[in-house]
């Protein structure tokens, strides 16, 4: 079967699957009952999830391992300070707005970036133009904003294999 985005083999098709037969077994668990409905569902995903993002083998593991140990503990600390700020006696926020002019193509990747970041808080992406420009609320303008995005972005593209 070929399609706009290319061929989908089985073969194409088994790393996802496998990743969404995972997800299927965190969230509802390996009971034998659940797990032939668990099987079709990670299959139809699959499916589906070439659809939106075709496989065009540009993800780097070894980039995505760097940015998961980058994201995760940094998510944690940024949830303690938002956590510290909301409980403290007096306002302890700057709020305001940051541009950014990302260096990633509009489409795909820069919606996933947008989608990240939004994960951290303490910034939030509320607009994007065609010409890279993203517009990112943050909570606390004295930090090192820029320097925090584009050290984000930078991780980001070596997910994608283009900042190496």
């Known amino acids: 079967m070929s399609t ?3 061929p989908r083999s089985p073969a194409s098709l088994l790393p996802r699957g496998a990743g969404f037969l995972a997800l299927w077994v965190v969230l509802i668990g390996a009971t034998p009952k659940d797990l032939p409905v668990g ?12 659809l939106f993002w075709p496989a065009t ?8 391992l760097r940015f998961a140990i980058r994201f995760l503990p940094q998510s944690m600390v940024a949830g303690v300070d938002v956590a510290r700020r909301a409980f403290a006696p007096g306002p302890m926020l700057v709020p305001g707005f940051v541009t950014w002019r990302t260096v990633l193509p509009d489409g795909a990747a820069r919606r996933a970036f947008c989608a990240v970041m939004s994960l951290q808080p303490g910034k939030l992406p ?12 943050c909570l606390d303008l004295r930090g090192p904003i820029l320097a925090e995005i584009r050290a984000d ?10 900042g190496d």
């Open 126 to 137: 509320v607009a994007a133009e065609q010409d890279g420009t993203l517009l990112v609320h």
């Open 153 to 162: 972005e930078a991780a980001f593209r070596r997910v994608l294999r283009e």
């Open 4 to 6: 706009a985005t290319g």
């Open 57 to 64: 083998g540009a993800i780097s593991p070894m980039g995505l």
């Open 39 to 50: 099987v079709m569902a990670a299959g139809a995903a699959a499916w589906t999830s070439q």
